[in-house]
């Protein structure tokens, strides 16, 4: 079928695609102030992102990549969502790739014994805050977040998710 999506972990072969869909949808979609190297993580996605309990996919549509997501293991059984981003005309129903790539992580952390995610956002993602709290995730205070979670210095809104 053309414009099938498959889903597979991370590889080197993959970092440019990454980057460059990650800082056109930050920078050229909702004009966020961020650059490659405001984001170290992105230049070392295998050392960041696949240890411990976290991981790291890429959607692909022929080959392309078309989305991320990434789990950051942040320790006590607890994960941090981050780098979830899909290319503008994947998005919504058509392709599903957003729930694809979060029911797909949220599987693989169920699997591993995961039994939070927290994720950090930015106020401009309305639409990515909708499609969360759809999903399950539920709004919650800075004060609320865990030890080790990272905020980034965009991040001003904060949800989590209870692995059932």
Do not use: C
């Not at 959607?59 to 780098?83: F, H, P, Q």
């Not at 805050?129 to 205070?141: D, L, P, Q, W």
């Amino acid at each position: 079928m053309i414009n099938s999506i498959f889903l597979k972990e991370y590889s080197t072969e993959y970092q440019t695609q990454v980057v460059d869909l990650i800082l056109h949808i930050q920078k050229d979609e909702y004009n966020i102030a961020i650059t490659k190297e405001d984001q170290p993580d992105l230049l070392d996605i295998e050392n960041f992102y696949q240890r411990g309990n976290g991981n790291f996919w890429v959607a692909l549509s022929e080959g392309t990549v078309v989305g991320t997501i990434a789990l950051l293991d942040i320790g006590n059984r607890k994960t941090a969502l981050r780098k979830m981003f899909v290319k503008q005309n994947y998005r919504g129903k058509t392709f599903n790739v957003s729930n694809q790539l979060l029911h797909h992580a949220i599987g693989w952390a169920r699997v591993r014994s995961i039994e939070e995610i927290y994720l950090g956002t930015t106020p401009q993602f309305v639409a990515a805050h909708r499609f969360y709290e759809k999903n399950g995730f539920v709004s919650i205070a800075p004060g609320e977040l865990p030890i080790g979670f990272p905020v980034m210095k965009v991040d001003k809104k904060f949800y989590r998710y209870v692995i059932q």
